[in-house]
């Protein structure tokens, strides 16, 4: 009752703060930089018949050898978004609205389908929270995660940004994994072959999670002789699952073929990379640029729970610890480690499916104590606040994008509304990163 409760309270909130949070720079439509890149395979297929994309000027566009040019990005979120955009098709099609892929049917039905992605996603990970947690820790879980970190912005003021839709098949995916190790049905191992596929096809970096049905239940070397005894036994259910995987990911491989000749393709060009041998974890993590735990502290909660998982929960230690290790390194070595222009480690926001276990533990392991408890709901309170106050100043502008300083930081902190005479200071307090000087060796 009490998680049914917070699903209404969250999605009321959802529906009736929307136009506070949403960030449509004053257009028409959310399709603008990273989403309409995304998005772009839609129009072009459906609409103007042109996977040359020479219908349009505005999308990153890559040249391959034979001179063709192929989207920077690939077709997963755009596959996603299908259902969605066929029935804005149909709308524009019989209506006064112009069938261009960015008219009020298009923009309205692809908000839909991003809130509609991000609260099964939120389903999934309460059921799978559920097994090893109480229903008011879950409760409380669910709510920070969505309330208290970047998750909200990226679920009502980009919704259309892949994380949310991430953050959906990454729950979807540890569900079936934990119901996997229980059962061992074929369908839910196949099914991870599935929605893994979709993930790494919307991003390379996403297959990540597909840790999650290999290394769960791992805490100590007996429990990994076990997990590879059991995976051997599941040879043939998994060798269908990475049939299914790679079955997701042939029309991008058809797409390349066709498009350069290769079935495989660095889409974002050779002077954009990873610095494997200088990763920039601290600014990662806490610079004032773009620091994830700066900008989302609720997630110090997570990574001190990794230290107080217990009973079933331990199953997450290992293998959240890998994933967080693998991802900040991962992440942290890119070439534009703050990932352009965001509020906060947006590059982090599909991984809180994972991170909230470790979250729960924490919460679960504060209520056994008066004190702590007292201490832990206020600072979660102080954390969802300090979300929520960021989050409407970003959209503002009065966070920067990617300039933000220390002086820059506490200015915006300490200044709910800037006055007419307080944007001169604040800007002479930015610093934006100088983006091809990053591209090059560390």
């Avoid at 070595?333 to 703050?338: K, L």
Wanted: positive net charge.
């Amino acid at each position: 009752m009490i998680l049914k409760a917070t699903f209404v309270c969250l999605f009321l909130f959802a529906f009736f703060s929307y136009d506070k949070y949403k960030d449509s720079r004053g257009r028409d439509h959310y399709f603008f930089d990273d989403v309409d890149q995304y998005y772009s395979y839609l129009p072009a297929y459906f609409i103007y018949d042109d996977l040359n994309f020479t219908f349009s000027n505005k999308y990153w566009l890559i040249p391959a050898e034979n001179g063709n040019k192929v989207p920077k990005v690939t077709m997963g979120l755009a596959l996603l978004n299908t259902p969605f955009f066929l029935i804005a098709d149909v709308w524009a099609k019989y209506s006064q609205y112009e069938r261009d892929g960015y008219s009020l049917p298009y923009s309205a039905c692809i908000r839909t389908g991003a809130l509609l992605y991000f609260f099964l996603g939120m389903l999934f990970l309460s059921k799978a929270l559920m097994r090893f947690f109480s229903e008011l820790t879950v409760a409380i879980t669910c709510a920070l995660l969505f309330l208290g970190t970047n998750l909200l912005y990226y679920t009502l003021g980009q919704a259309e940004y892949p994380h949310s839709y991430l953050f959906a098949l990454f729950s979807i995916i540890i569900y079936l994994s934990i119901r996997w190790h229980e059962n061992g049905k074929a369908k839910h191992i196949l099914l991870i072959g599935l929605f893994g596929g979709l993930c790494t096809l919307i991003r390379p970096t996403a297959g990540f999670i597909l840790l999650m049905p290999l290394l769960y239940g791992v805490t100590n070397g007996a429990s990994l002789k076990e997990q590879i005894w059991f995976l051997w036994k599941e040879k043939v259910k998994i060798l269908a699952s990475i049939a299914l995987f790679a079955l997701v990911l042939t029309p991008q491989l058809l797409f390349w073929k066709t498009q350069t000749g290769n079935w495989l393709f660095f889409s974002y060009g050779s002077d954009e990379r990873f610095f494997f041998g200088s990763p920039k974890i601290i600014e990662f993590l806490f610079s004032f640029r773009k620091g994830w735990l700066l900008y989302t502290p609720t997630m110090l909660f997570s990574v001190l729970g990794l230290l107080v998982l217990k009973g079933a929960a331990r199953s997450f230690q290992v293998l959240t610890t890998i994933i967080l290790v693998l991802t900040i390194y991962v992440f942290s070595s890119w070439w534009s480690w703050w990932f352009g222009g965001s509020f906060g480690m947006r590059s982090m926001v599909h991984y809180y499916s994972i991170l909230a276990f470790p979250l729960a533990a924490w919460i679960g392991f504060c209520f056994e104590r008066n004190l702590t408890t007292i201490l832990c709901l206020g600072m979660s309170a102080m954390f969802l606040v300090l979300n929520l106050h960021q989050t409407l100043q970003y959209k503002r502008n009065m966070i920067h994008w990617d300039g933000m300083t220390k002086k820059a930081y506490w200015f915006s902190l300490t200044h709910p509304k800037f006055s007419k005479d307080d944007w001169p200071t604040f800007e002479s307090y930015l610093d934006s990163p100088d983006y091809e000087a990053a591209k090059k060796v560390r």
